[in-house]
């Protein structure tokens, strides 16, 4: 077993000085989901712990008129049950109820499932398609705020300072009307890693026209990001088949120079066309 600093502060301006004077050497734990295997097998070597599990600030779920604020420490299991995101974000639901297996959810946290910026995550393609701000604080720069899209620079690299905290995600209540979908692929139900996941958000205007749409892939690029090529297909069109089909037909256009094997491209264009249907053809 390594040996290390561990330190569970009384409150967030205790982690962040904390994290301010040993930002080089310290490792931020929350569930230790992750962390905790990349210690076994010696990837990582921190001379420091900060244990923020227990943080009453970065813990809970609230609201106000259009937006919900998620607390990083907050397990999929208490995602998967709160009402408030199955009401108005249950993409989150779907996404994090294909995390793991019960131990996990029970364990694992949101905010993990993000700094990890593993190309295979299940939940963070979800919080991109959301289109969910982070809010991030430092004792030396204060807080700033990122879009979720930009959390992951390269695969498990985040985009956070090392003194940086993840304090918050943002995300805006989808409106009335606007639909969304979450598949993942695996090998087995639990503790398989995706082969490939898709969360699409979309929303139409009265005519029928669509008027928003989000739809990211996860385990088929370096990092999770959206497919814009695709999205820009179908927004401000009215849906049918032959546009899903033109829409699919893109698909390489946006996950052009990534090293993609061979059969995931068709069984992700036909999840593709299916979600689609299913969301924007069927009452
Ligand atoms: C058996 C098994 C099965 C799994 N199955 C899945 C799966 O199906 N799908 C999936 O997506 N993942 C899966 N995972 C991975 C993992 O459970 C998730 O990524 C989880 O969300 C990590 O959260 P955590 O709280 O445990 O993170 P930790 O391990 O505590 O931390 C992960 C990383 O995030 C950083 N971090 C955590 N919180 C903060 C914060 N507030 N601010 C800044 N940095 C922070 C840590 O420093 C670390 O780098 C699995 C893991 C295991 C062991």
């Known amino acids: ?3 290390f600093n561990f330190h569970s502060p009384a409150s967030l301006e205790d982690a962040l000085t904390y994290l301010s004077d040993h930002a080089e050497t310290c490792k931020i734990i929350a569930g230790g989901t992750d962390l905790i295997p990349n210690l076994r097998t010696e990837k990582l070597y921190p001379m420091h712990m900060l244990n923020v599990l227990e943080l009453e600030e970065l813990s809970g779920i609230s609201e106000n008129e259009n937006t919900i604020r998620i607390g990083p420490t907050t397990t999929f299991t208490e995602l998967i049950e709160t009402t408030l995101i199955n009401r108005f974000l249950p993409l989150l639901v779907k996404a994090s109820s ?6 996990i959810r029970n364990r694992g946290t949101i905010g993990g499932n993000i700094c990890t910026g593993s190309p295979a995550a299940d939940v963070l393609p979800a919080v991109i398609a959301l289109d969910a701000e982070l809010e991030l604080r430092s004792k030396k720069n204060g807080t700033r705020r990122i879009a979720a899209s930009e959390a992951v620079q390269a695969p498990y690299n985040s985009n956070l300072g090392p003194d940086e905290l993840l304090t918050g995600i943002f995300i805006h209540k989808l409106k009335p ?3 969304c979908a979450y598949e993942k692929i695996a090998t087995r139900n639990a503790m398989a890693r995706a082969f490939m996941n898709l969360s699409i958000v979309l929303q139409r205007d009265e005519e029928g026209v669509i008027s928003d749409v989000r ?3 996860g385990a088929m690029m370096a990092f999770a990001r959206r497919i814009t090529v695709a999205e820009e297909v179908l927004a401000g069109k009215k849906p049918d088949e032959f546009l899903i089909a033109k829409a699919a037909e893109t698909l390489l256009g946006d996950l052009k120079g990534v090293w993609i094997p061979d059969y995931k491209i068709p069984v992700f264009r036909n999840i593709f066309k299916r979600l689609l ?3 924007l053809l069927k009452s």
């Open 1 to 3: 077993m390594q040996n």
């Open 177 to 179: 009307g606007a639909r």
């Open 215 to 217: 739809i990211v892939p």
């Open 277 to 279: 249907g299913e969301l």
């Open 98 to 103: 294909q995390v793991g297996g019960p131990q």
